[in-house]
């Protein structure tokens, strides 16, 4: 279901509110959301169906005190282990989850913290999510950078130090096509040497040619993994079609992608839920695809617009630190991404226990890198952001803070030849 009639307008039009009425309030008026739409392709896979029965046999109340002190006397973490960790019940037993993740992480990672910053190329969406700030129906500042723009805010970026870049766009295919998505990457490999994506799910030759382009790893972010819930938050555009995104790392995998990064938005629905189909997403393809990187990031839901639609669930720190702590002991060999959405107080923690990536000098918004790094502002900048920061830490900042840590910040460790 496209909506590009609205998407450039200042003000919606008559036509636009009662559309927007219509989806808010009528069920039958949105598009089913677990049948494909036209052009999306469909791959071979049992990964889901394997997620998804874990996840919806998962009674995290049944877990008692015992089963958290096996879990953590076991020297490799069953899903069951994973299961009682993510428990209530193991919240007393934080201590000792991140003992046991600061060993973990050790092993692995070494003492070392991976810094990237993103870089938001276009904030046009043709979807209505109703907790994101970029949707179709929100009332901001709406702006695509020409590759003149695009490439001057990577040099801004490249000049700070930085070499890995995550480029970012609001999903909307007609505004941020997949060729101008990959003209973006050919620019930042003059700039950078890890090139990551943030987009909306495309097919596998799609993902192959993004790959040509020079784009290293693909992230996506799930939302919630509770299909019912994410019906009633996605109400209309490609992205609302659950399984179509359920496997797109999959087929960046297929596409030839180095690497895939996962992530639920934690507070959407029952986090414990998210947070192990989540793992699970990555354990069941790490075996399918052994030779691909994998990631997780753990955001949780940041102020927004439409907070009265979502009923969110509150997620508090020690929540968190128990997720992420279950996460490392679990998949000790995966990365771990804490977004800038967390305070500079936790990702400080946090790296020293289990998290292995941060990013530094972040904008959500479009086209304000320079204004943010020197105090100018390109003419006819900039869009509005996506959502709210709370860890405004330039690059320069972050490195000294975390060597102050005690540990070793890496700006990148993979070499092309």
């Known amino acids: 279901m496209q909506n590009q009639f609205f998407v450039d307008s200042e003000h919606l039009t008559p036509e636009a509110l009662k559309k927007k009425h219509q989806l808010e309030t009528d069920p039958a008026s949105r598009t089913n959301h677990m049948e494909y739409l036209s052009g999306m392709e469909r791959i071979e896979s049992d990964v ?12 995290y109340n049944k ?7 096996k879990a953590l006397e076991h020297d490799t973490c069953s899903i069951e282990d994973f299961k009682a960790l993510l428990s209530p019940t193991a919240e007393p ?10 060993l973990e992480t050790s092993k692995h990672f070494g003492n070392t913290v991976y810094l990237f910053t ?37 040099k801004v970026i490249a000049a700070s130090g930085m070499e890995e870049i995550l480029i970012l766009t609001g ?37 192959r ?71 699970l997403h990555v354990y069941f393809l790490q075996r399918k695809y052994p030779h691909a990187e994998m990631s997780l990031s753990c955001p949780r839901l940041r102020p927004i617009i439409n907070n009265d639609k979502i009923n969110p669930l509150n997620v508090h720190e020690k929540q968190l630190c128990q997720i992420i702590c279950a996460y490392r002991i679990f998949l000790p060999f995966v990365g771990i991404t804490v977004s800038s959405r967390e305070s500079a107080e936790f990702r400080n923690g946090i790296v020293k226990i289990a998290a292995t990536k941060v990013s530094a000098g972040v904008s959500t918004g479009i086209g304000d890198h320079e204004s943010k790094y020197s105090g100018k502002v390109q003419d006819g900048l900039q869009g509005d952001e996506q959502f709210e920061i709370d860890d405004a830490r330039s690059l320069d900042k972050m490195y000294k803070d975390i060597v102050d840590e005690g540990l070793q910040p890496v700006l990148n460790d993979y070499l092309y030849v």
């Open 171 to 207: 999903e909307s295919r007609s505004q941020s096509d997949v060729k101008y998505i990959g003209e973006a990457c050919k620019l930042a490999r003059k700039y950078f040497r890890m090139i990551g994506l943030e987009i909306y799910p495309v097919n596998t030759d799609e993902y």
């Open 93 to 102: 037993y934080l201590e000792r989850m991140a003992q046991r993740a600061r």
């Open 118 to 154: 993103p870089l938001y190329i276009a904030n046009y969406c043709e979807n209505y999510c109703v907790y994101c700030g970029f949707n179709c129906y929100n009332h901001i500042s709406r702006m695509k950078l020409t590759m003149e723009q695009i490439e001057h805010e990577m």
């Open 48 to 59: 889901c169906a394997r997620v998804l029965e874990q996840m919806n046999s998962f009674d």
């Open 209 to 279: 040619y993004l790959h040509e382009c020079g784009a290293d790893y693909v992230t996506v972010f799930q939302e919630t993994y509770d299909a019912d819930k994410y019906e009633t938050l996605h109400l209309c555009g490609h992205k609302r079609i659950w399984p179509y995104r359920f496997d797109a790392q999959e087929r960046a995998l297929m596409g030839g992608m180095r690497g895939v990064a996962f992530s639920a938005l934690l507070g959407l629905s029952d986090f414990r839920k998210d947070a192990l189909a989540s793992a």
């Open 63 to 69: 877990y008692t005190a015992r089963d958290v002190e």
